[in-house]
């Protein structure tokens, strides 16, 4: 970044430590069954196993075979699963997240094999931990006698060195659609955790329910643990709810990151890129880590500096390989030796980060990205919201994407607070015509959720509207209907933007090379909400000043310092922050912005990193 | 080079006045009369000598000396030495121990001894009364001056060298014995001591640790190499008017409680025997049956046996008790007649009862015993028939009749309860014959080295570690050897034709001369085994107990404790002993009084090297003592030499320190639980211990000891608060609300205690109110869900689950009130409880699809009752079955008003199939 970072930044701390402690409890519990064992794993945690205990590790402890586990329903003998476990070994072990379901099937085979007379050894290790109701199901099914559980505390992966993460991306659907709170607690575990490890935590903020909750979780179990002075290597913590803001999440990504996360999508900080990006047959999973050179001086830039930085670094690669004329037999050794293993590797990522640029500009220029980005800008902005309406109606009738239509449409029903039921009807007739009936539950969702939601009429506006309509006739008090109703539209988001500066003044140029602020990641059309919300709550030590913030993002904030007695000065500039149903990688670039320019360190957890189209995939119902 | 001589005169209970005395005492100023002087002999190093007169139920004078000593007492020994009716020749000499003993006195008949110091003479006329209270007279040169029986009057000429009188004497106010010590100007600060009621009215420290000093070997008896004493633990507490008399008692070891039966034997229901718990100390813990417990009954049985319940309080009103024991847990054995075994806790609550057989109900017991084995407490009985039945551990009753005794016809002479190999015997006498009985067999057996005319054993006794036993017999004969009757130990003849009423073994773990105390009506005899014995007179009626390292002997008015001297305290305390303890104790004093000796002292041990095992021994023998006094010195001793010493582990000296403390807490009479050092770790561990405090309800002291010896809290007072709170919320005399305030203010957030578990106590005790309102303050809202559910208060635990944040917690809630509640009722109270309801919602959309619907039509939530609708559809396979839920969808739009949705389905339902229904 052409920024130049402050000099006294604090030194992160080792968050490998955290894979060290999980890798060591998984062998701990593998050991705990000799023998060889035949291994099913939950397809979502393969990828996340694999961070933390490749398959040979997997196979020094006798692992004989890995499984996936799907939820196929075993209905006869010649079934698949039942031929596996036919031949498997005597004693099989499950690796799975605490859901029902997975449970349910477990409990199929178990009673498959019970069927068939087989006799074997069951073991279920959950992680990260066990719900009472995945007991009650085995109670229930009739073989709790027959299987033994466990718990494998995998609560934090570290996907980066500023970045962990829960790997729960049903989280944000269970806790904020559904109002299941089971994992609340999780994420409270996960917190102790953290803070038993790099702790004690001098101050803790926060906003939202689900936080609220954490924060109480967390602060149970330190006063139920036995307290240890150490020295405190993380000083300050966030906690904030995504539901605290949805705008954010729902614009488009321009960060390189994050588009690559929105193309490509990147699986626990590793991307497959495709045939159409490696220009040949196969494809190419590859990290993404500030350990890729690469990839982590461009990965906050905005997409427009990207090409300008990757053709100066093919450059640069070019000037180093060119060193090589002129050299005697002795300084070709060392360059061969030294140097020459470097350069190759990062000709390798440069190419690839370049063609998956190229990729990516195919994409975004076809679908007349700059179109849709104006639109957005001009939703964030509230300007010419009927075109901007006419736009969605024609991207949903060209039927573009059903998931980018509908993200288009909580972007309007967000930042306009609601629709007005006319345009409601019309956008939800066109999109259900569109894209198929069976998203009328989703749509259920959404509005459950608040991100599409239709304005009552009249609904804060009543008795205003009944003074006026007693003195016009009915034809104007339609248009006046009209008028509150465009009045109306100052809505939370409008007044929050307004309260916190969001949207940054259109009218001088924003140079996108040298950033002002964080909008930069949204082109300089708007610096994501939670972003600014950390900032001004860490530059004011507390809430006060934001209270009308608060009240507009309906509360549940708090602010409490812990003990703190000899915290060193470094640790209070390193800043967990946690989000609680998910963030970007916007956001985190927008964080390490905010970083380098106030000289803290952020560390980011995250429930699961997320983006506009895992947001809205988790809304779907429509499943068969 | 310098050389002590104590003169300690002992009168009890003589003298009422003590102003009297005071005054009296003053006007002896002005004596100039120093035996310290006349002592000094040049050249010798001579530590003490000295000469005690104890005036109890037996007067000795002994003094001790060392070789170059002897000359000293020959120079007084050459005046005259008289040694009353015992006279001169009785002063002896054993070989190897420069010791002169006085013997031959018996405790009946009044007593004079005489000294005479050349041109003095004191004699002391003594008498005793059978109270023991003595009398004394004092006379000096040629007068003689009568005295009354309550005040002592001494006259003397110019020369009389009292140099410390200890007078104990009874105040009339108080009945406490007041202390008066006396001592002439001679010493270097004389001055009158009174010690009243524990207090010091004016002190002299220096005289205090001489009294004890001098005290220390004043009750030493010799006994082969080694030396008994017989410590006062107590004066008990209790009056009892007709002593132990006519009575049953049990009292456990380790200091536990007493417990006593009136006149077991008495059967005539008016008059029904009486059962009281003492502590150690006399203490009365509770009177037996205790009032309130009169309403309950406590056994079916008993009260078939006695129909009517209209009896006095106080009293026995079951069946006639034939023994009574204690278990290691402190509860009271009862064995009654027809072999039922009732259980009391220590305060003589009923807690349990069991047979020890149906047999017995007709054969009757004729002996129990409770005996105390690996395994936990056992109870062995000989019925009528003369068979036995044991049962090794109470906690886990099972019964074992043990073979017949060949030729056994009514009471066995003798029996013992053995434990050997994991394994239960019993051994029992039967005529001329000694057999062992196990579960299979009876062996008749035959003590190796058991002189044949000894005739036939009548009394037995096994040691506390079930490792010795000792065998007396007819002719007198008292056989001591190892249990499993392999080898002899010695044989003794005690000259005692009459059956010991008790006999118990008298050792210590290495012990140098264990012994056994032998009781008769009044008399009571230590015998060695090497032929050597102490007897010592008994006033009353008596019981023994045998301790890991004593005997305790309980009379009605005192409790003593016999025991071999440690040899480290033989080491410092013997007279002119040179060990290095001893020495450093004498430099210690020394320096107290800043004399230069302490710096010679000092150096002499320095020279041998041995200043670390002076410290040691001093801490070691310290802990042996049992008077404070005592102690102080030795440790100030100790802790003076650590000073000297470079790289010398303060260990010892520290937790000796702490140990002592806890001690001598716990065997304040108020307390009455006398262990010793020795008992403390063998089987009183810390924990132990508290628990023991906290039984008693000791829990102020209990918690002292906690923190004093820094025990983390949540083993140490948070414990003792948890018991306090359980006890505390049995107090039916007191408010919900005023007990609650009490235990909140003293528990407050005490780590590990738990007020879900003193609720739980509280509901036990049927105060549902006071558990809620303890609840409270439980801060773990987990921890108060379980309590509440078992109080059918499931509201207020589903609120209180919800609360805790814990999901898992709702969850269990929520699936005991599915299987508590009505369906109805059960919806009703998911309603109020959105968290809950969500959580179940979620369960039931994956488990019971039928349940979520009957949820949302209780609910009339329409909109979501289509939407469940449309999401069963799927599920259906038949296109019927499809249509059929998404009619019954759009009906359900309908109702919710919401008319788009409904037109929506309406339309597409005809046209296009939902997808996936394509393929079929």
Known sequence: MAHSARRDSPELPDLSLLK???????IYLLEQLPG?????????????????????????????????????????????????????????????????????????????????????????????????????VLEEQGVFGDVTTDEWAFYLLPLDEDIISLELPEFFRDNFLAGDQRWVRTAGSALHLLHSLFGPFSKVYGIGRCSKMTYESWREQVEQGEQKARHAEIGNVFLIDRDVDFVTPLCSQVVYEGLVDDIFRIK?????????????????????????????????????????????????LQTAYDKRRGMDIQQMKTFVSEELKGLKQEHRLLSLHISASESIMKKKTKQDFQELLKTEHCLLEGFEIRECISFIEEHINRQISMIESLRLLCLLSVTENGLLPKDFKSLKAQYLQSYGADHLLTFSNLRQLGLLVEQQP?????????????????????????????????????????KLNLIPKSEEDYDLRVPRDMAYIFSGAYIPLSCKIIEQVLERDGWTGLEEVTRLINGHEFAVTGADPKSKSDARRIILVMFLGGCTFSEISALRFLGKEKGYKFIVVTTAITNSSRLLEALLDNNI | MSTHLHLVLVVLHGVQHVDQL????????????????????????????????????????????????????????????????????NWTRTQNQNRLTATGLTSAAPQRVKLSLSTLSLELSLSTTPRGEGVVTMETGQEREPVSANEVIWKENGSFPPIVFELELQSPEENRPARLCYRTPASSCGSVLVRRQNRLLCADPDLIILLSMAFITANWNPLGDAFYRKTELYEMFWSLRDGLRDSLVAAAPYGGPIALLREPLRRSPSTRPQLEIYSASGVSIASFPVRTRVQHTTCPRVTSLFPSPVLPVFQWKSGPVVHLGWSVNDELLCVQEDGTVLIYDLFGSFKRHFSMGQEVVQSQVL?????????????????????????????????????????????????????????????????????????????????????????????????????????????????????????????????????????VWCRRPRSQQPSVVLMWDRLLLVVGSCNDSIQFPLEDQSVLVGELDGVRVIGSSSQELLQEVPLVCQDIFKI?????????????????????????????????????????????AAAHEYDPDTQKALMRAASFGKCFLTEFSPD????????????????????????????????????????????????????????????????????????????????????????????????????????????????????????????????????????????KRSQLALSKAVESGDTDLVYTVVTYLKNDMNRGDFFMTLRNQPVALSLYRQFCKLQEPQTLKDLFNQDDDHQELGNFYVTSSYRDKRLEGRLAQLQSAVDEYNKAKNDFAAKVKVSPVHQVCPPGVDGL
Not at chain 1, 20 to 26: A, I, K, N, S, Y
Not at chain 2, 55 to 66: D, F, L
Request: hydrophobic share 40%; with cysteine; proline share 4%.
């Open chain 2, 576 to 620: 002119a002993s040179m060990a290095p303890g001893a020495l450093l104790l004498e430099a210690h004093r020394e320096y107290e009084k800043s004399s230069q000796k302490a710096d010679e002292y000092l150096r002499e041990i320095k020279e041998q090297n041995v200043l670390g095992d002076a410290v040691r021994q001093c801490v070691e």
């Open chain 1, 20 to 26: 060290r402690l999980v890798r060591d409890q998984l």
């Open chain 1, 36 to 136: 060889k064992k035949d291994l099913f794993i939950d397809s979502d945690l393969m990828s996340p196993l694999d961070r933390i205990a490749n398959v040979s590790t997997l196979k020094q402890h006798e692992v004989d075979k890995l499984y996936k586990v799907e939820h196929k329903p075993i209905v006869s003998i010649s079934d698949q699963y039942v031929l596996l476990l036919v031949t498997g070994g005597p004693l099989i072990c499950f690796l799975i997240r605490p859901r029902i379901q997975t449970v349910k099937w477990i409990c199929d085979v178990v009673n498959a094999d019970k069927a068939v007379g087989k006799f074997r050894r069951y073991k279920i290790i959950f992680t990260p931990q066990k719900f009472y109701a995945c007991e009650a």
């Open chain 2, 367 to 503: 002996e129990a015993k409770v005996f105390h084995s690996p395994y936990g407490t056992g109870v062995a009985i000989v019925t009528g028939s003369s068979r036995f039945t044991l049962a090794t551990n109470i906690e886990d009753l099972k019964l074992r009749r043990l073979p017949e005794v060949p030729g056994l016809q009514g009471w066995p002479s003798c029996w013992a309860v053995l434990t050997q190999d994991r394994q239960t015997k019993v051994l029992v006498s039967s005529g001329p014959e000694l057999y062992v009985l196990d579960n299979t067999s009876c062996t008749a057996v035959y003590p190796p080295g058991l002189s044949p005319q000894a005739g036939s054993i009548v009394h037995m006794s096994v040691s506390f570690s079930y490792k010795y036993l000792a065998l007396f017999t007819e002719t007198g004969r008292l056989w001591t050897g190892l249990s499993n009757l392999q080898e002899r130990l010695s044989e003794v003849d005690t000259k005692q034709a009459a059956t010991p009423k008790q006999m």
């Open chain 2, 652 to 791: 010892q000296f520290v937790t000796t320190c702490r140990e002592l403390r806890v001690l001598n807490a716990v065997r304040e009479s108020s307390v009455g639980m006398p262990l010793t050092h020795t008992q403390y770790p063998a089987l009183m561990t810390l924990q132990v211990l508290i628990d023991r405090l906290v039984y008693r309800q000791f829990y102020p002291l209990a918690i002292e000891v906690c923190r004093y010896l820094k025990i983390p809290d949540y083993q140490g007072v948070s414990r003792v608060l948890k018991h306090w709170a359980s006890c505390k919320v049995q107090q039916k005399d007191l408010t919900d609300e005023a007990i609650a305030r009490a235990v909140c203010a003293k528990v407050g957030d005490s780590p590990g205690v738990s007020y879900s578990d003193i609720a739980a106590k509280a509901y036990e005790c049927g105060r549902p109110e006071l558990a809620i309102k303890l609840l409270d303050f439980e801060a773990r809202s987990g921890e108060q869900v379980p309590l509440l559910l078992k109080m």
């Open chain 2, 22 to 89: 005071v005054e009296q005492s003053q006007n002896r100023d002005g004596i100039d009369w120093t035996l310290t002087k006349l002592l000094q002999v040049e050249g010798s190093r001579t530590r003490g000598l000295l000469l005690a007169l104890r005036v109890q139920v037996q007067v000795q004078v002994r003094g001790i000396c060392g070789d170059h000593q002897v000359l000293v007492l020959m120079r007084l020994g050459g005046h005259h030495i008289d040694g009353g009716t015992s006279g001169p020749d």
């Open chain 1, 458 to 498: 009249g609904e804060t506006l009543t008795v205003m509207e009944s003074k006026v309509g007693k003195l016009v006739n009915d034809r104007a008090a339609v248009k006046l209907t009209d008028a509150f109703s465009s009045l109306a539209k100052k809505s939370h988001f409008r007044a929050l933007s307004k």
């Open chain 1, 268 to 316: 626990c900080g590793c991307v497959e890129f495709g045939p159409e990006v490696t220009s040949s047959d196969k494809s190419i999973k590859v990290m993404l880590n500030s350990q890729d050179k690469v990839f982590n001086e461009i990965r906050n830039e905005h997409f427009s500096n990207v090409f300008g930085f990757l053709s100066q670094k093919a450059r640069n």
